[in-house]
């Protein structure tokens, strides 16, 4: 990649040059878009002219706020299609953006790189905002110091493994309704509301590679399970479309501790004393540990 030779093509005045936009979704699907009126390619990505893609100017500041910029394209079956927007698939999706001279790609520079914001549909086209990568800097940093759990099950706070069969298991869908409420054949006897609060993710199908929070977890009285997500899938799911359903966690100190065999991992602090203690009179009877007193 030669920066300098693309500015050396730059000052001679012509305009051989040519917008090209990468966006890498996060379940590593990439889609390549140019401006040119050819397909260009570099960096093992093709990128697709006639796409209809096309962006705002870039502009950028050195504040926090979301980068004023945007792209703009037609809905199409060969790039980005409806059924994936509305499915979420492009949602939080990493985007790159290339000033290139189209006679020679490897002459280029990046001019922006982010993820795509809030993505809009009208009249067969989208709109997707672009956020920098400044933006993740608006994230609050910091402890909170509270009675549950901090950490997020799985991660590396939490170090609980999520692929061992006590908290991952992998069944077919026996019927769907509303693309939220299942219902599981052949799970077995896991205690009921064991998945709670854990996750629900297709493994196939239409709505492959997309995933739920679990609402409730219960096992019905002819021997199936009966799983309710929060939201419904954005795809569609069949019966017999494999999911992986994973253990949810309450983030009580007891869950942690019977549940996972984590407790020293626990991320919270169930013994700091509340408010009372603040204000409470000194006294030698009453413990001081934020319990409520009858």
């Not at 090209?20 to 093992?44: A, I, P, Y």
């Not at 004393?273 to 009179?281: I, N, Q, R, S």
Request: one cysteine or more; a negative charge.
């Amino acid at each position: 990649m030669s920066v300098e030779a693309l500015d050396a093509h730059l000052a001679t005045g012509v305009t051989g040059v040519a917008r090209c936009w990468r966006l890498t979704r996060r379940d590593g699907v990439v889609h390549g878009f140019t401006d040119h009126d050819r397909d260009l390619g570099f960096d093992g990505t093709i990128f697709l002219a006639g796409t209809g893609l096309s962006a705002a100017a870039l502009s950028q500041s050195t504040g926090l706020a979301v980068d004023n910029s945007e792209a703009v394209g037609a809905l199409s079956d060969v790039s980005v299609t409806e059924a994936d927007i509305v499915a979420g698939r492009f949602d939080g999706a990493e985007v790159e953006a290339w000033l290139v001279e189209w006679a020679n790609p490897e002459n280029r520079v990046m001019q922006f790189r982010g993820s795509i914001g809030e993505i809009s549909r009208s009249g067969g086209a989208f709109t997707a905002e672009l956020r920098g990568l400044a933006e993740v800097l608006n994230v609050p940093m910091g402890r909170v110091y509270q009675r549950s759990c901090l950490a997020v099950l799985g991660d590396a706070a939490c170090g609980v493994d999520l692929t061992l069969p006590d908290y991952a298991f992998d069944v077919a869908v026996s019927s769907v309704a509303e693309g939220r409420v299942f219902v599981f054949e052949g799970v077995p006897a896991y205690e009921a509301r064991w998945f709670e609060r854990g996750g629900l993710r297709m493994l196939d199908g239409k709505a492959s590679g997309l995933a739920g929070a679990i609402k409730s977890d219960r096992p019905q009285h002819d021997g199936s399970r009966r799983i309710e997500l929060w939201d419904r899938l954005r795809a569609e799911v069949e019966p017999g479309n494999m999911v992986r359903l994973t253990a949810g966690c309450d983030k009580r100190m007891e869950t942690c501790r019977l549940k996972f065999s984590n407790i020293l991992n626990f991320r919270g602090f169930p013994d700091i004393p509340g408010e009372d203690w603040l204000v409470a009179h000194p006294t030698r009877v009453s413990a001081r540990d934020g319990g409520s007193r009858r």
